[in-house]
Antibody, heavy 122, light 107 residues
Framework: QLQLQLSGPGLVKPSETLSLTCTVSGGSIRSGSDFWGWIRQPPGKRPEWIASVFYNGDTYYNPSLRSRVTILVDTSKNQLSLNLSPVTAADTAVYYC??????????????WGQGTLVTVSS | DIQMTQSPSSLSASVGDRVTVTCRASQSISTYVNWYQQKPGKAPNLLIYGASNLQRGVPSRFSGSGSGTDFTLTISSLQPEDFATYYCQQSFSNMWTFGQGTKVEIK
């Protein structure tokens, strides 16, 4: 059973860098044609897609966040990471990582991490 | 960006009711719609992909339909564990977007 485990600080100061790591277990991050996604959800709001990354580093970004986002993949540790900088209070959200799977031409997130609340506050 | 608009934003229903949630895309997206269920404090859970394909392990009382701009999620007989928020999401463009959600509450 594929599992995704998020880790990182729950509190970040304005203008600083939000850094999260997603560790994948029960499968390889290099598996097949799977991309891996980052999604966030501000409290009480809809999810917002941040980016999707392939193990070789190919990445699709949400244009509204592109200038502030860095996505890295460490295949040796089966991990992906998200850096968002600089942050403001508007970046307060629950952050998720997820596997982007495919069936034919249909793409979807089928496995999700547990989510971690990151609050931006001084 | 492709905008996804759900209706209603919330609904009240009883156990055993048939429930329908609608999602409209701002442009034609063929059948590139997924549906997720989210319970408080939990990650979204995939129910339907490709507009009408039931994800493995999801009960058959859930079904999806539609193509182009209009899509529906139907729960044929609402169960106590189905009270949650439901989101549609499009994967037609590289910029994935979600609907605002429909909260299904107990009547």
């Amino acid at each position: 059973q594929l599992q995704l485990q998020l880790s990182g600080p729950g509190l970040v100061k304005p203008s600083e860098t939000l850094s999260l790591t997603c560790t994948v277990s029960g499968g390889s991050i290099r598996s097949g044609s799977d991309f891996w996604g980052w999604i966030r959800q501000p409290p009480g709001k809809r999810p917002e897609w941040i980016a999707s990354v392939f193990y070789n580093g190919d990445t699709y970004y949400n244009p509204s966040l592109r200038s502030r986002v860095t996505i890295l993949v460490d295949t040796s540790k089966n991990q992906l990471s998200l850096n968002l900088s600089p942050v403001t209070a508007a970046d307060t959200a629950v952050y998720y990582c997820a596997r982007r799977a495919e069936s034919g031409s249909w793409l979807y997130f089928d496995y999700w991490g547990q989510g971690t609340l990151v609050t931006v506050s001084s | 960006d492709i905008q996804m608009t759900q209706s209603p934003s919330s609904l009240s229903a009883s156990v055993g009711d048939r429930v329908t949630v609608t999602c409209r895309a701002s442009q034609s997206i063929s059948t590139y719609v997924n549906w997720y269920q989210q319970k408080p404090g939990k990650a979204p859970n995939l129910l339907i992909y490709g507009a009408s394909n039931l994800q493995r392990g999801v009960p058959s009382r859930f079904s999806g339909s539609g193509s182009g701009t209009d899509f529906t999620l139907t729960i044929s007989s609402l169960q106590p564990e189905d009270f949650a928020t439901y989101y549609c999401q499009q994967s037609f463009s590289n910029m994935w977007t979600f609907g605002q959600g429909t909260k299904v509450e107990i009547k």
